[in-house]
């Protein structure tokens, strides 16, 4: 089945740890997009990557980072320099620049700071 | 910077009534605006929409953009239990790497 997956589901981390989300697609899409997502609140895009090797910040890129080796992977890490991780993080991805298409998402992953 | 924001932030409503939830957007280089759906974890997609003036519609839900104005309407008519959800708006621009930017979301809730 075609879709994108990401993984841990949850994931618990101790202060001062960099931890690694994955998202994987297999839908052949050019875009991928990362967000968070606090309670009561909407998404915030921290990274979004249009082609492989190539990504730009969103509006709260500090404390993460992103590389996009593949076409099918987006792995965003959560660096110790992240004040607040704790969050819900969803990543998602469409067809590309110039394509009239919806986004997808995959299920989330739920990181909380222990 | 690009913008989406919603209103009502949240909206309690009986069974059967009609609600309207509000997107209003500043955007340069606008390409279409979307609304989800989200109950619990993954956003579902409800709407894409392009050109001013076209209703889209699918079952009780429909959709409505102004790009005069920068505006988009979700109506959901005869609410039922199961639409209580967060409702997403977002947009996409055609700038150099096309980005996805959502609004903070309505919180919908509807009871018996």
């Known amino acids: 089945d075609g879709g994108i997956t990401q993984s841990p589901k949850y994931l618990f981390r101790k202060e001062g740890q960099n931890v690694t989300l994955s998202c994987e697609q297999n839908l052949n899409h050019d875009a991928m997009y990362w967000y968070r997502q606090d309670p009561g609140q909407g998404l915030r895009l921290i990274y979004y990557s249009q082609i492989v090797n190539d990504f730009q910040k969103g509006d709260i890129a500090e404390g993460y980072s992103v590389s996009r080796e593949k076409k099918e992977s987006f792995p965003l890490t959560v660096t110790s320099a992240q004040k607040n991780p704790t969050a819900f993080y969803l990543c998602a991805s469409s067809i590309g620049r110039g394509s009239e298409t919806e986004a997808f998402f995959g299920q989330g992953t739920r990181l909380t700071v222990v | 910077e690009d913008k989406v924001v919603q209103s009502p932030l949240s909206l309690v409503v009986h069974e059967g009534d009609t609600v309207t939830l509000n997107c209003s957007y500043e955007?340069?280089?606008?390409?279409?605006l979307l609304w989800y759906k989200q109950e619990k974890k993954a956003p579902t997609f409800l709407f894409m929409l392009?050109?001013?003036?076209i209703e889209k519609k699918s079952g009780r839900l429909s959709s409505i953009l102004d790009k005069k104005e920068l505006f988009s309407i979700l109506n959901i008519t005869a609410t039922q239990t199961g639409d209580s959800a967060v409702y997403l708006c977002?947009?996409?621009?055609?700038?150099?790497?096309?980005?996805?930017?959502f609004g903070t979301g309505t919180r919908l809730q509807v009871t018996l």
């Open positions: 955007v340069t280089n606008f390409r279409s």
């Open positions: 392009t050109s001013s003036g």
């Open positions: 977002a947009q996409f621009n055609t700038g150099t790497a096309s980005k996805l930017t």
